[in-house]
Structure formats: C-alpha cells, structure tokens
C-alpha cells in the first residue's frame, strides 16, 4: 500500500529535485538547497552518559528478570515498544532529574505515548497547511472553547497529565532552599527561560526526545537484524573489541565511537529510514530566491523531502538499500560528502536537532548492549 513518505520521495528525483505540491508550495530533495532553507532564518548539563547508562541497566533487569525464556517456554518480548519506553525515561531523567516509571512498569504511563502518536499526525498537518495555526489560536481564546482544544495540567491522562509533573516539578525548582541535579530543566532556567515557558519547552523535549531516538533505534536495529552479513560482521566486531578490553561493560561513549563498523551500521539507519520525514517549509524571502536553477517569488513555502535528500546520487548507485559498507569503503573525500548529506537527517544551521548528543549517546549504547548480551540475542531470535 503506498503511502505519504513513498508518494513525496518520488516526486523528487536526481535529474528533479525541485517539485511543486500545491499551488504555493515547493519541494526539494536537494542537499545544497536543503542546507540553504534549514539557514534561513546542551552541553552543559552534567551526568547525561552516566544518566542514560543507569536508565539502560534498569532495562536490562527488567529483561533478565521477566522477559528470558525457560526450556519448553517461550515468552514473546516486543523489544520495538519496549526501546521507546526506554528512550521516553532517559528523556524525563534528564528533563526532570527523574524517570517516569515507563520501564519499571513496563506500560505507557499516564497514556503519554498513546497520545503523542494520535497528535503527531495532526501536528504534522498543521505544521503544513498553517492557516490552521491562525484560526487554532483565533478558537483558543475563547475560555470554553480551549478546555476542548488545548490540553490542560488538570487533565488525568495524555500531554495534560505531563503538563502537570512538569508545573510541578518547576514549581518545586524555584523553592531556593532546594538542591536539585543539574539536568536539562535546570539548563534552562539558568539561561533565564520564565517558569511558563520552561513548561513547555519541557514537554516538547519529551515529546522530541522520545519519539524520534525510539524511531531511529527500532530502524536501525531492524536492518541490523535482517541483514544476517551485517549483523554477523557487526557482533564479531563488539566480541572482539570485548575481549581485547577496549570496551568497559557499560559501555561508554567514546568506546562505541570507536568501533567503525557500528558507526557505519548507525549512519545508514539513520540514512535509510530518518525519524523525521515532516516537510519543515520555510518561506521565500520577499525578493524571491533562485532554487535548482529556477527563480522562485517571494513568499513561496519550501518544504524539504529529507527521503528524497538521504537517497542522493552520493551515496552510490545503490542508495535505497541498507548497505553500512558504503562508509568504510568510499574515499575520504566521499565519505565526508556523504556524511554532509546524512547529517541533515538532524537539521542544519540554527535548526540543527539541540538533543543531538543524547541521541547519538543512545543509539551508541544501546545497539552495542542488544548486539553484547546474550539475553537479547534470545530474544531478538
């Protein structure tokens, strides 16, 4: 069945990376353009690696102590679901100073992931067709009217109920007397963001942090797995630095950055199948612009077809297949060419992707740890 993603990538190809959707809206495929829009107009949180490792052995226990088959029993374990519960506690922990239970309890709790995905599609839309945004707003400011609309921290369940912990613990945040962990929170009132908008900006951390390291990991892994010559080359390469002790049990960071086999097999799920894929217009200047050779008014939408950009002619006659040897195996200077067009997957400019550490720090971890532990291997078979 065809869908939205499989329609928007072939109307943009190498000889057209410039297509029109609708009748005041461009896409492009094109990376030096993509990098031309995204420019148009967390460092110093402490603990993130020791954070996210603390999050990821809660995970393993829980696998060890509920999940591991017994001879003549076979207990079915959906690692997919379970990685974004994961992902969605080591986001609350370096948001709040604590997670939110997702793994513990092993459920979605409050319904938060329930409701991020019935609303991201709705987003998306409004993201695109943005009068929408005008008369939203022109509805919310009549009082009964909102309290349908918009979600509220008196809600018992959804983005309302995470509103609430995040007044909550903000609320707490201001109580002088009180020492708290110098998370992601505490960055932002630092730098002087007032209490109500470091509410939101709160939830849509979570909302961001969650959502998009899950889909990257469950992508990544998926290709791993079903690629019986990647995985095979991909787990001898973690054996063998395991055993030469280049790598600690929890693995750090800067080990897995080491290994260049797992580095290649992580660039090319996140070339393959991007966590993100929404359009991200950007409007013409009012003098208009020059895109792919053709002179564009001002005022036009530009929207970015980020599949169409990670299938670019760089990457080899063969871009749309799941292929990590492409980056070993290409010159330097290709290999910094590619990597320029697969890095846009995180934005670019001033719009590049502010988790792009975390995320980068789960993905390094937690696909060492699946391919390390012999408890996921048994349940990844």
């Not at 997919?80 to 080591?90: A, K, V």
């Not at 991020?116 to 009964?144: C, D, G, K, M």
């Not at 998926?222 to 990647?230: A, Q, R």
Request: with cysteine; charged share 25%.
């Amino acid at each position: 069945m065809d869908d939205e993603n499989s329609r928007i990538r072939r109307l943009c190809k190498p000889i057209r990376p410039l297509a029109r959707i609708g009748p005041n809206h461009l896409l492009t495929s094109d990376p030096i353009t993509t990098q031309k829009i995204l420019g148009y107009t967390g460092r110093d949180v402490e603990g993130v690696e020791n954070c996210i490792d603390t999050r990821i052995q809660e995970w393993i226990r829980i696998i060890d102590q509920h999940w591991v088959s017994a001879p003549g029993e076979t207990k079915k374990y959906d690692i997919g679901r379970n990685m974004q519960f994961l992902t969605t506690d080591i986001i609350c922990n370096l948001c709040f100073g604590r997670p939110l239970g997702f793994v513990e309890h092993q459920k979605d709790m409050h319904d938060f992931l329930k409701t991020l995905e019935s609303r991201l599609p709705i987003v998306e839309q409004f993201s695109i067709l943005t009068e929408f945004n005008t008369v939203l707003a022109t509805l919310s400011s009549v009082p009964w009217v909102k309290s349908y609309l918009i979600p509220s921290a008196n809600d018992h369940a959804g983005v309302g109920r995470i509103l609430r912990i995040s007044k909550e613990v903000i609320n707490a945040r201001f109580d002088k007397k009180t020492v708290f962990p110098n998370d992601i929170l505490a960055s932002f009132l630092r730098h002087g963001v007032g209490r109500d908008q470091a509410e939101s900006e709160i939830t849509v951390s979570l909302f961001a942090g969650s959502d998009t390291t899950a889909t990257a990991l469950r992508a990544t892994l998926l290709n791993i797995i079903t690629n019986p010559g990647v995985y095979s080359r991909l787990q001898k390469e973690i054996d063998t630095a395991f055993s030469c002790g280049q790598l600690s049990d929890a693995i750090r960071n800067e080990e897995a950055r080491g290994l260049p086999y797992l580095q290649a097999c992580i660039r090319e799920g996140l070339r393959i199948f991007p966590p993100i894929t929404a359009l991200r217009e950007r409007v013409t200047p009012p003098e208009g612009d020059v895109i792919n050779g053709h002179q564009v008014p001002g005022g036009v939408n530009v929207g970015l077809n980020m599949r169409g950009v990670l299938l670019n002619e760089v990457f080899g006659p063969d871009p749309e297949i799941y292929r990590p040897e492409r980056w070993l195996e290409s010159s330097e200077e290709r290999a910094n060419e590619m990597k320029s067009v697969q890095e846009l997957v995180f934005g670019h400019g001033s719009t590049r992707c502010l988790g792009i550490n975390i995320a980068q720090m789960d993905l390094n971890k937690v696909i060492v740890q699946v391919s390390a532990d012999i408890v996921f291997l048994q349940v990844l078979h």
